[in-house]
Each structure stands twice: as structure tokens, then as C-alpha cells.
């Protein structure tokens, strides 16, 4: 009964598709007899929305208050209240008690001594996790310690700890309240999508004017950049909980509250725990941006290397960073992993005692023997020289043909791609796009797409959009081709699985700058070095939706395929393939969100788009231009995400259709 | 040893602590000093942390963007600033001052100059150079093959301004004007370029650690005048403006406008704070080029040169 229902519905859809499908064509021909109107946005439908925008923002930061109490006071007390933990942070970390300052400067009680920090985090490692952990840790805090990078690197953890806990709190806040309303869920996932597509440099400038200048304001940008997913998993993570676990807190008498904190979050820990993963991963994403408006640390390190073109030491900070990721990670995640295995006893209160001597032991050692507080400066190894070196080599030996390379990809393939897009006329793209629409997702996803296509025409940064979409497009479909296939393939080699996890870490923590600098010596400024910018940084969602998606695909599926006698390539073409489809699709559409939010990076190298436009607002100081540009890569963003959801939920209908 | 534990303690944390002077601050409010990434201004800025905070003043160390500075001046945020460059804040800097809420605190010292720059490899290939007008003869040297026959001529980030664009159209150059993202990436492909001996031509500034490490020149275009930037009939061109060189201009102080009433002794030690512009050079070179720490620079050039700063600081001497 179903099954007809469905495939009627299949045949009206197809009729449908046969109607539109010549008069877009007709449409398509017609396009170079079209009036000017149609073929670009004229001046006089741009509304000055950015001018708006501005004007909002500068009366909101000066004027807006109620009795008296302005806006402007209430967030300058935040900002002085998140200060204060981070200062204490800093100065049991990193810098010590410090009175005086210039000619009079006197230490007066050092940090925690690195050796203490390192051995007691090891001992936290081995106790959590195992041997495998505490070598990590003793190896990243080596790192960190001989290589100088010490101080700035508590210096980032102090204000990475704060950011990771603030959006923590505040995710699981916000989380649970949108779980519980339905219709609060729907505003929050809004909000949420357009908060982690709008790209952090357009909402520099408001931060600061609404936070002032210091760590502060680099701490709630970077909250505004790593709440998203913690809301999104926190939702999830709560509506896996099982009905019947529910029924029997009912059943047992649990207040509201009782559920939540002792039935509800500890079964949804393993989910939750993939959502303070992304929070981790994309704090220390933002280290490099947050070092710009006075976080310091080791993204100001990393910048500072690269404005004098001594990469060697930028990799070499940026490596620190990753250190810095990948420990906490990896901690975080064994701590979840426990909680869900009710692995308990693992530390007892002997640890606690034994790992407190190691820190207060070292650290008073180290008014003694100062290399325990900080490792000597002419003791201090580095490879700098070794890259620096490697990449004039490089650039010596191997220039032309790499050159041959850029100038072959740009004038074949990028610069037509480019100018075919800017010849086209917006209607026409309109057109197509909200077809796509309809035939994926309905009248609603073609009206969704519509709206967010006349934002973008009508505030007027259409040809920028167009430059954003041309890149975007090809840069996604390079890391698609790379990353998609070779996920699969190490999806059957579980020994790859760990190296290859820490390589993708690796790519999504660097600071994308450490090789993007390099990459302009042997590709010059200009759309080439974006290009690869991009694609390094999208090709990570890409293997590992690629290494997700074959992970999940049922074994009885296979094991029946096998039996039935298919090959090993029909089995992936039939079998695998289609059954993965849905998280494939997924993969594409977190590549497609990677690479729209690298933009602004790739504006660094010298682009002409929806990136370029943002930088040059914050560098012009212009608040409204600034968010507007960066809406519009919102809107790009959310364009791309509903076409590729309403992909995704029909591909798993049809999967449901065949099997079931 | 618990005992000499306590007593090491104690020694280092009273035994340094030496009162420069009898000098007490006017106000114990926090001083704000602007640092944006570049290292003269980190030099000159510590240095005047050092000379400050040996006064007993309260002083911080603010990161902020060279352009997005001006709304933090004006509401007090953020409190001195040593370097401010005629030859791309001035717009901005003459609006801010005329709000009244910042004060323009007299120049650095050092004279800012920025405008097409080749290495002297180059001379062989276009050997009227650096007379402007041997560009419009050997363009083609300096092509790239997107850009082939035009010459490639790289300027700064679009946010600079500059009017190259302009130039390259009111001078007839045959050159196609490419923007590099940020500083960084400019000189990253000048070094490229230096290393191959490949042909390049770009935007160079000085006070800048490249012009001293890298041998070459910048062009000679018909000299700056505000005439030039205004009236089109002026110059070479009389269609045309932009067809003359780029201005070199000031590096000036400036400083939070009501400051003045709370720390008056502190900003006059900052309008007497000037330093040399080879001075300066030399400076930024130990630290871009030879690699050294900021900090450990600047302490240098305090304890070498206290003698200079105790006088700039006459109201807290005395």
C-alpha cells in the first residue's frame, strides 16, 4: 500500500521534472537575449542594509540601555568578569607572581614547574587511558618545553580552558532548553547555523567595540565560533536517551531536575562527547584569529614568525598548538569514554596526593635550579633553520615546474570556471538553484534558497558571491576526490586508523597560515595559494565522513552479499555504497561548510571575494560592511546546506524503500 | 633544606626590589599601550613599558589591529600608540583627532616611505630604471604568464589604499595591478623571487627590515604633491590624477584624549619620546633578522641608552 503511495509519488514528481525541464533549457538559450535587469542586480534594487547594520551596531555599543544602564556597561562588566579567571589562570600557568615592572620587575613566586605540569598531566593520562596516553603527554610537553614554547603555550591554555568550559556550560545551557521546547529548538538551530557559517573576522569589530580590546574579547568571539556543536550534539544527545530509560525514572519517582542530572546526561555522555571534541578542536582553531585582538599566546608567536618570513618557527608554534589540541582531546575523550563504560576506581585519592607532590615538589625545586621553571634559553633546541631551508630549496630547485602547474590550472580550468560564473546572469543561477531546490526538497527548500539568494543579490555583493562560489565549488571538489575515496579505503585497514586520526587532527589545528605562507613562495599571491589553502583544510571532513560512512554500513548487509556470491566490487557498488550514502552525503556537506569558512583565511593570500571583502571591512575599521559580507557567506553556506540535507534525507528514504 | 627553601624565597622575592626615584604616579588607573604586529612599533612600545613602569606607572600591554584601533582611542580602551603612519592612517587619524577624543601627541621621528621597489638584479633587464619611465619600455620583464605581455606589478593588501590601479592608468604603464593578501605574503614572494634572481617589482615600505636585507631601489616617479591626489591637470598627465609617486610622510603618537588629565606627567614623557630612524632600523633588524626577543632588545637599548630616557621623564625626576 505504501510502496504505490510512494511510487506514485515518484511518477507525479517525474512528470513535474519533465514539464520544468524544457523550459529551463528554453530558459538557458534565451539567457544571452536577456534585458540588462536580469543578467546582473541593478543599483537601484541594492538596499543599503550594510549602512543599516552599522548604525545599529554603533548605537547598540554607545546609546542602547535601559534606566540608565547602558548595553555597552553590562558587557564591559562581562568582559571584566571573564577576565579575572584567565589573569589567575595565566599566572599559575605561565607567567608566576610578578610585582613591579620595567627597571623594578621582581618575580616574586614562578609558575607551575613544567616538568611538574607534564608529569602530572602523564600521571592523569596513564590513569585515564593507559601507556599509549601518558607517552603522548610526556612527549607534548617535552615539545612544548625544549622547544621554548612553554610560557606562550599556557599562556593559549589558560584562555583556551576558559573557552572550552564557557561553551561547555552554555552549550549543554542552551542545549537542554531547545531539547525541552520544541519550538525553542527551531530558533536555537537557526540561530546556531547562522553563528557557525558567518565568518569570526565580520564580528571582530563588534566584539571589540561591545567587549574592549584583550583576552576578553577573544574569549566570547571564540565562544560565538565553538557553541554551535556543542548544542547541536547536546540536542542529539539527549533525544537518543531510550523512552524506556525514561519511563523508569517516572516510574521510580525522579523530580525533573533528578532526570536530567542522573538518568538523562550520563546516558547521553558518549554523544556529548563528540560535541566537546569539536569544541576543543575549533577553540584552538581560533587561536591564531583570537591572538589578533590580544589573546596572545602562541597564535601572536605563530603570526609574529610569519610577518618575518621565518616559517621554520611558525610550524614549529603551530606545531605547539596541535600539541596542545591533541592532549586535550584525547583526554577529554577518555574521560567520556569511561564515564560511558562505568569504568570507575581508575583514579584513587593516592594519584591526587602523588600528582599534587609532583607539581609543588618541581615548582619549589624550581627556585633552586631555575630550568625546572623554564627550560634555558641557550639550551632551547629548534629545527627552524632545517625548514627555512628546506623551503628555499624547494623554491630553488622545483619552481618551474610547480610553476607550470598554477599556470596551467589557473588559465584552463580556474579563470574560465571564474569568468563563466560572472557572465552568467544572476536570474539564471536564481532559477537553476531554486529548481534544485524543488526537485530535492520541496516547495519549502525552494523558497528557503530563494530568500537566502535575493539576500545576497539584493545587499549587493552578488559578484563577490559569485568569485566565493567559484572557489568554494572547486575546492570542494578537489578535496572530494581526494578525501572521500581514500577515507574508504583506510575504513578497511583499522592499523591506519590511529596515524590517520592524528593526521587529520593535525590539518584541522595547524594554523592553516604556517603552510599557506610557504605555499605563496612557490604559487604567488592570488587565487592558486587560496585554492590549496582551502582544500587542505576541507579535505579533513571529507576522510572522515568517508571512514564514518562505510564504519556504519550493517554486517548482516555484507555478510548476505557475500553469501548470495557478489564480488568485492559489487558488494561496495550495491551493498556499501548505497548504505553509506546518507553519511557520505553528510561528509560533502560538512566539506562544503569547511571550506566556506576558510575563505577568509584564503582572503589573506590575496583573493577578490565575499572573504576579501569581510578582511577589508575589519582592516578598515567599517563595522557594517563587515557583517553583511559575512551574511552573505552565511547565506551561501545555508544555501549549500539545505540543497545537500534535502539530498541526504531523500537518498536515506530510498535506502529505506529498497530494504524494506 | 625546608628551611633554606624558605630563605631563597624570601631573598629573591624582597632582595631586588630598588625605588628608581621618590617619583609617585598621579593615578594608579591602568595605562593602555597599543602593540599592533609589527616590529618597530613592539620595539618602541616596550621600550616606553620599560621606561613607564619603572616610573611605578601601571601599565598593559594592549594587542590591537593597526586600523581597528580608533574606536578603543576614542572610548579610552586603549591609551597610547607610538606609530601612527602618515601613508595609510592618515584619513583615518585626522578624523579621529578631530572628535576631540584623541590627541595627536607629535611625530616618532622616523620618516615613513613606501612605493614600487625592484631588486637591483633587475637593472640588467630594464636598464632605464629607477627612472619611471623605462617601466613603460621593458614591461614584459616582469610578466607573469596570466598577466603576459603586462608586467606584474604586486601592491598591498586592498585595504591599504595606494591608488596603484590609478597610477598604473594615469602614467600609461603596461602593468597589471595583483594584491597580495597580507604583508606577510607580499614579502614572502619578494624573498622567492630574491632567491631565484626572478623578476619581481612590488610595493616595499620602510621603516622595513626587507629594504636592508634585500638589495634594490624603488622607482623614481614624478614627486608627491597634494596637488597630484586632487587636481587632475597637475603632472605628466592633464587628464589624469595619480600620476605621480606615493606620499612619504610622518610616523606620529597619539594618545586617549582625556589620559591627559589623569597621568599629565606620563604623557609628557610620551610627547618627548622620539627616537632616531636608523636607530630604529637597527633595532628592528636584531629582532627580524637576527632573531632576537623583543623584550631582551628593548631592555638593551633602555639600559644603554638611560641617560637619554631619564631626561625625556623630567616631571618624574625631579
Known amino acids: 500500500m505504501a510502496d504505490t503511495f510512494l511510487k506514485e509519488q515518484v511518477r507525479a514528481r517525474s512528470i513535474g521534472d519533465w514539464i520544468a525541464l524544457p523550459v529551463l533549457i528554453a530558459v538557458i538559450f534565451a539567457a544571452p537575449f536577456f534585458p540588462a535587469v536580469l543578467t546582473s542586480v541593478p543599483n537601484w534594487a541594492i538596499l543599503p542594509v550594510s549602512d543599516w547594520v552599522g548604525e545599529g551596531l554603533n548605537w547598540l555599543a554607545r546609546d542602547a540601555g535601559v534606566g540608565g544602564v547602558t548595553f555597552a556597561d553590562v558587557t564591559r562588566a562581562l568582559a571584566a568578569a571573564a577576565e579575572a579567571p584567565i589573569d589567575w589562570l595565566k599566572i599559575v600557568l605561565a607567567e608566576g607572581w610578578v610585582t613591579g615592572a620595567g627597571f623594578n620587575k621582581v618575580q616574586a613566586a614562578p609558575p607551575l614547574s613544567w616538568l611538574g605540569v607534564t608529569l602530572a598531566v602523564a600521571l592523569v593520562a596513564l590513569r585515564l587511558s593507559g601507556r599509549g596516553l601518558m607517552l603522548l603527554t610526556l612527549v607534548s610537553g617535552l615539545y612544548l618545553a625544549l622547544f621554548g614554547l612553554w610560557v606562550l603555550a599556557m599562556t593559549t591554555l589558560a584562555s583556551v580552558l576558559l573557552c572550552v568550559v564557557t561553551a561547555l556550560v552554555l552549550g549543554l545551557a542552551i542545549g537542554i532548553r531547545a531539547y525541552r521546547s520544541p519550538r525553542t529548538e527551531a530558533f536555537v538551530r537557526a540561530v546556531m547555523n547562522v553563528m557557525q557559517t558567518v565568518p569570526i573576522f565580520s564580528y571582530l569589530l563588534p566584539t571589540l567595540l561591545l567587549f574592549g580590546y584583550g583576552p576578553s574579547a577573544a574569549l566570547f568571539a571564540t565562544v560565538v565560533y565553538a557553541l554551535p556543536p556543542m548544542v547541536h550534539a547536546t540536542v542529539l544527545a539527549l533525544r537518543s536517551v531510550p523512552q524506556e530509560t525514561l519511563e523508569l525514572a517516572r516510574m521510580t519517582g525522579c523530580s525533573r531536575a533528578q532526570t536530567l542530572w542522573k538518568v538523562e546526561l550520563p546516558v547521553a555522555v558518549p554523544r556529548l562527547a563528540i560535541g566537546l571534541n569539536q569544541v576543543v578542536m575549533m577553540t584552538l582553531n581560533m587561536v591564531i584569529i583570537a591572538s589578533m585582538i590580544g589573546a596572545g599566546g602562541l597564535g601572536y608567536d605563530v603570526l609574529r614568525a610569519l610577518r618575518r618570513l621565518d616559517f621554520g618557527a611558525g610550524f614549529e608554534a603551530g606545531m605547539g598548538i596541535v600539541a596542545l589540541a591533541v592532549v586535550l582531546d584525547r583526554l577529554t575523550q577518555a574521560a567520556a569514554h569511561n564515564q560511558s563504560t562505568q569504568a570507575v576506581g581508575l583514579w584513587r585519592r593516592r594519584d591526587t596526593v602523588l600528582a599534587l607532590a609532583l607539581l609543588i615538589i618541581f615548582t619549589l625545586f624550581s627556585f633552586v635550579i631555575p630550568s625546572l621553571g623554564l627550560w634555558p634559553k641557550d639550551l632551547t633546541l629548534t629545527t627552524a633553520p632545517f625548514w627555512n631551508g628546506a623551503v628555499s630549496f624547494i623554491n630553488r630547485e622545483f619552481y618551474d615546474p610547480l610553476d607550470a602547474i598554477r599556470t596551467a590550472m589557473l588559465l584552463k580550468v580556474m579563470n574560465p570556471f571564474r569568468d563563466l560564473l560572472l557572465a552568467t546572469p544572476w536570474t539564471l543561477i536564481g532559477l537553476l538553484v531554486c529548481f534544485a531546490g524543488y526537485a530535492l526538497g520541496g516547495k519549502r527548500a525552494a523558497l528557503t534558497v530563494m530568500a537566502l539568494l535575493l539576500f545576497i543579490a539584493l545587499t549587493g555583493y552578488w559578484e563577490p558571491a559569485m568569485v566565493s562560489v567559484y572557489l568554494t565549488t572547486l575546492a570542494v571538489a578537489i578535496a572530494l576526490a581526494i578525501g572521500l575515496p581514500f577515507g574508504i579505503w583506510v575504513s578497511s585497514r583499522p592499523r591506519f586508523h590511529q596515524p590517520v586520526q592524528l593526521v587529520l587532527d593535525t590539518l584541522q589545528t595547524l594554523p592553516t597560515l604556517v603552510y599557506l605562507l610557504p605555499a605563496v613562495m612557490l604559487f604567488r599571491n592570488g587565487d592558486f595559494s587560496a585554492l590549496i589553502a582551502v582544500v587542505s583544510y576541507a579535505v579533513a571532513p571529507a576522510v572522515r565522513y568517508g571512514m564514518a560512512g562505510m564504519k556504519h554500513v550493517p554486517s548482516e548487509r555484507v555478510e548476505a552479499a557475500a553469501m548470495s556470491g557478489c564480488t568485492p566490487w559489487q558488494t561496495f557498488r550495491f551493498v556499501r555504497l548505497p548504505s553509506a550514502m546518507p553519511t557520505l552525503l553528510l561528509g560533502v556537506n560538512q566539506t562544503v561548510m569547511m571550506a566556506l569558512s576558510m575563505l577568509v583565511i584564503a582572503a589573506l593570500v590575496g583573493t577578490r571575494e565575499l572573504g576579501q571583502e569581510v578582511y577589508t571591512s575589519l582592516t578598515r575599521g567599517e563595522v557594517g560592511p563587515g557583517i553583511v559580507a559575512g551574511l552573505c557567506v552565511a547565506c551561501i553556506a545555508l544555501i549549500a546546506d539545505t540543497l545537500l540535507k534535502s539530498a541526504a534525507a531523500r537518498a536515506a528514504r530510498h535506502e529505506g524503500d529498497i530494504h524494506a | ?318
Open chain 2, 1 to 318: 633544606m625546608k628551611k633554606t627553601l624558605i630563605t631563597a624565597v624570601a631573598a629573591l622575592s624582597v632582595g631586588i626590589v630598588t625605588p628608581a626615584s621618590a617619583f609617585e604616579p598621579e593615578s594608579d588607573q591602568t595605562i593602555k599601550l597599543m602593540m599592533a604586529d609589527w616590529s618597530s612599533m613592539l620595539i618602541n612600545t616596550e621600550i616606553l613599558n620599560i621606561i613607564l613602569s619603572t616610573y611605578g606607572y601601571d601599565v598593559e600591554k594592549v594587542i590591537a589591529d593597526d586600523s581597528a584601533r580608533y574606536p578603543g582611542f576614542e572610548s579610552g580602551d586603549l591609551t597610547i600608540a607610538l606609530e601612527t603612519w602618515q601613508t595609510t592612517q592618515d584619513a583615518a587619524f585626522t578624523a579621529s583627532v578631530a572628535t576631540g577624543k584623541v590627541l595627536d601627541m607629535g611625530e616618532l621621528g622616523p620618516q615613513a616611505k613606501e612605493d614600487w621597489w625592484y631588486p637591483s638584479y633587475m637593472e640588467e633587464q630594464c636598464p632605464g630604471l629607477p627612472d619611471w619611465k623605462a617601466l613603460r619600455e621593458c614591461a614584459e620583464a616582469f610578466a607573469a604568464p596570466e598577466t603576459a605581455p603586462k608586467g606584474r606589478y604586486l601592491s598591498g593588501p586592498v585595504s591599504w589604499g595606494g591608488f596603484d590601479e590609478e597610477r598604473v592608468e594615469a602614467l600609461g604603464l603596461p602593468f597589471e595591478v595583483v594584491h597580495s593578501g597580507t604583508d606577510a605574503a607580499m614579502f614572502a614572494e619578494l624573498r622567492a623571487a630574491y632567491e631565484r634572481k626572478a623578476p619581481i617589482i612590488l610595493w616595499v615600505y620602510k621603516p622595513h627590515w626587507a629594504p636592508s636585507v634585500y638589495d634594490g631601489k624603488f622607482v623614481d616617479f614624478p614627486k608627491y604633491e597634494p596637488a597630484c591626489y586632487e587636481d587632475a591637470s597637475w603632472g605628466v598627465n592633464p587628464d589624469a590624477k595619480y600620476d605621480c609617486g606615493k606620499p612619504e610622510g610622518w610616523i606620529k603618537k597619539m594618545a586617549w584624549a582625556e589620559g591627559e588629565e589623569i597621568w599629565p606627567c606620563a604623557y609628557d614623557i610620551v610627547r618627548n619620546f622620539t627616537m632616531d630612524g636608523d636607530e630604529v632600523g637597527a633595532l628592528v633588524y636584531e629582532v627580524d633578522v637576527e632573531g632576537r626577543g623583543v623584550e631582551e632588545v628593548a631592555m638593551e637599548w633602555a639600559k644603554e641608552n638611560e641617560a637619554k630616557w631619564r631626561g625625556w621623564a623630567a616631571c618624574a625626576e625631579k
